[in-house]
Structures are given as structure tokens and as C-alpha cells.
């Protein structure tokens, strides 16, 4: 089965303070792969990090779909993409021990994979998946940080983490062991659904609460809703890169697939 | 590195390091910072460090903990951050720890958890639960409009342009927004085959800087921009 329809666009900025851009984004409407990662390491080595990692991802899955039946099969799928995370793994952590000047590099990924109507969504590290349905912004993943530990373990609420020092401090990286174990996420892609993969150069600074009123607001036109997103962490001081990828599952003909009832519902939760 | 400094009248009366272990502050004689107040309980708060964060952290003390004049239960501590027990002030100095936003680049640190499959599917689940506020946006000052509906479903009213975006017309028909950023207000075509107005003229592509007075046509809504 093809990839649903979807509109895809993708921004990603160095931001106002840093002079290179450590993350790496890929987004493709016609394979249905959208890949995100935020690089680390010295002497620009984040670069090379989140370059490989998404190079990887992208390349292998490519290959990996165009074998898989032609019936969205979400194990299948989900297979395929835990396999392709462990490979980024693997070729990054080979990279970085083969250099003194890379070693010790490391990426987040974020990946959501699209096909039929179903997405697989996967990460390691703080970049985060984040969805508009029913007009409602959902997190989807829970970040490997050492601050979402410390409000699980209740140390701190989360109202209370604004003044945090630890909002930089990932406890899972891609790259940086010898073995990695990604979280991996199946999910129904419903006509309407907007899907949103961010560096954490965005939640940082952009409050959930915005970022659900442009995705809100603009959903119709995906590339000015990336754009505006990154725009306003610019425009909150902007000091980490910040990367977006928009992702809208089309209701109009997507929606055309699905009984009447059903697209009755969803004009009515709207 | 973090200090804690308890002082009486301005004199320092004692100070010590925070390092990677709790720290308890009391009346106790045994405390790490022993504070010789009647204000202080013997076991009235303590330090908890977690990664690059100090959390204080009241022990159900009587009187209460005050951060810079404010009751606490629980803080992640500022530099400058001062804790009054009745005639002796401890203040926590940290000039890494400004209020400022975190200026580091991302880095690897050990989790506080031991991964477990079962744990992780859970908290993932129930991830939105979860709002860490962002970061405080330190410096940024936005410019106040509000926008005078002349016609339309929301006439006649007015409504501040206090958000990061506003839309103006018809989902599906004719939809702009106005964004507001630090330097101003701009209008962007957001979906529709025909076009908003601006003073009777076509607006284009590109984001359009809005002036005091403004008059602009969206679908059925006619708004003027009205600054300050």
C-alpha cells in the first residue's frame, strides 16, 4: 500500500546565537519517511552525527518498504523501522570510534513512518512527535532527559521545572553506545491528523499552548505552519538550532475512503 | 560550582559547597547548615541535587520555607536565590545557574531510572500528560495591537493581538493570520484562491507589516489594525 496522502514540509535553522546547524531533517510525501536529528559532539561533529544517522534511516528504509507487502502491516512496518535505528546506531558509533575528532559524537532521532493508514513512530533522545487531532495537541513520546526523569521520580512537578538547568541533558543518544534500544509507537493516521516531529530548539522555547494554536490556526497551508513555528522560537531569543517537520494527513481525499459517518463524526469533533 | 552562604546582618556565618550529595538545613545540630534561629525546625529543608539542578525542598517545617519572600514545597534554586529564617539569610550562589536560558549544548548523562520495557510503554502513554513549561523567554519584548472588527460574524468588537498568531476569514475559503513578532505585525495568506485586502489593494504572497489604521478584507470580515 502507498503512503496516504499526505502534505509534508519540513524547516530546520541554526537559530539566532549558534554558527552551524548541528540538526538534520528529512521529509519525503512520496515514501511517507519523515526523519529529525539533533546532533552532538565537538568540533562540529553534531553535524556529522545527524547527518549520518538520517542518511542511514532514509536509505535503508527505502529499500526496506519497497519490499514489504503491499497491505500496511504495522509489525511489519515497525520491524523495519526499529532495524533501521539500530543500523544509524551502529554506523555512528563505528564512526565516532574510528575518529579522534568524532569521537564520542552522538544524535536524538525522531522518525514517523507512513504508510496505509498507520504510522510508526520511533525515537532516542529529546527530540519529540507531537499530534494535532481533533484540534487537540497531543505528546506523543516521552523524552530520554534527565529532567523527564526527575518529574517522573516526582523530584520536582512540571509546572514547577520552568527555572530547570537540565533541559539539555539527554540520557539516551543514537551513537554513543555500542547498542541502542529505540521507543517505538504504532498509530492510526486519521484523516485530519496533523503530525508534528521538533528538535527541542522549539519545545524550549515555544509553549505547548502556541504551538498548538499554529497548528491549530494554519493547518490548510503545512509549510507556513513549520515556518511560523521556527519563527517564533527565533523570536523567543532562538538560541539552540530549531528544526520542524509538519506532517497532515489529507481530509479531504483521504477522508473520501472512510464512510460517511465517519466523516460526519470528524466534521462534528471539529 | 553552587555555595550556600548563611549570613546575619550581612556577616557570613558559615558557607559550604553543594556538591552531589543532600544537603539538610535545621536548628539541628547535626544539620548540614546548621541555621540557630527559633525560626528554623530542627529538620527545616534540604538541598537535592539533581543533574545541574539544586531542588530545596521544605521537610514539613513549621514555619514554613520562603524563597525570596515566597512559600515553597519544592524549588529548583536560582543563583541569588535567598531563604530568610527569621535574622539569618542563606542564600544560594550559582553563577551557572542563572535564570537565564541554558546556553549548552546538548550532552549525554546517565538516567535516574533503570530502563524497564513495561515502564517505558506506560510513560509513553501517558506522555501527554506531561507540560514542562518552555523555557522563559528572556529578553523578548512583544508590541501590543488589537484588531477593531467592522464587519463579519465577530462585529462589531475588538480583540487583542496578544497571541502568537490570529486568523481572520473563512477555513477553506480565505484564511489569513496575523502573526505578531518583537518587531511588529504581519499579515500571511494562510489558505484560498482569492486573496485578503489591505487598504482596498490585493495583498500578495509575502507577510505584509501592518500599520496603525490598517484596514484589511478577508472573506466576509473586514478588521482594522489598531496599534499600541
Redesign the interface.
Known sequence: MPPPLIDVAGVTDAGT?RQYNEDTIACDAATGVMALA?G?GGHRS?EVASRMAVDVVVGDLAGALAGLPAAADPEALAAAVQACMIRANAVVHAAAQASAVHYGM?T?LALAVFRGDRVVLAHVG?SRIYRLRFNRL?????D?S????????G???????????????????VG?GAEV?P?L?DEAALPGDVYMLCS?GL??????A?IE??LQ??R??VP?AAQ?LV??AK???G?DNVSVIVVRVDDRVAGAAHPSWWRRLLAWLR | MAKLVLSSDGAIVFQCFVDDARLTIGRDPGSDVVVDDPAASPAHAAVVPVGKDHILEDLGSAGGTFVNGARIERHILQHGDTVVFGALHLRYVNPRASADVDLDRTMLIAGLQPASAAVEEAAGRSAESLRVPSAPAMRVRFPHAAVRFMRGPRAPGKRSLDRVVAAFGTPGTLLCVIVRRPQGFYLCHVEGRGRAKVNGKAHGAEPRLLHDGDVIDVADERVEFVAG
Not at chain 1, 146 to 153: A, C, E, F, G, S
Not at chain 1, 155 to 173: D, F, K, P, S, W
Open positions: 546565537v539533533d552532538m553534531g552522538g536524538t529529546d497531543q505528546l506523543l513520546t516521552r530520554d534527565l529532567l523527564r526523569d526527575q518529574i517522573d521520580l523530584y520536582i512537578a512540571a509546572a514547577e521545572a520552568v527555572g530547570t538547568h537540565n533541559r539539555n541533558l539527554v540520557t539516551r543518544a554513543i534500544v521507543h509507537r527541542d519545545n524550549d522555547l515555544v509553549d505547548d502556541d494554536l499554529v490556526t494554519v490548510a497551508n507556513l511560523l519563527q517564533a523570536d523567543n531569543g538560541l
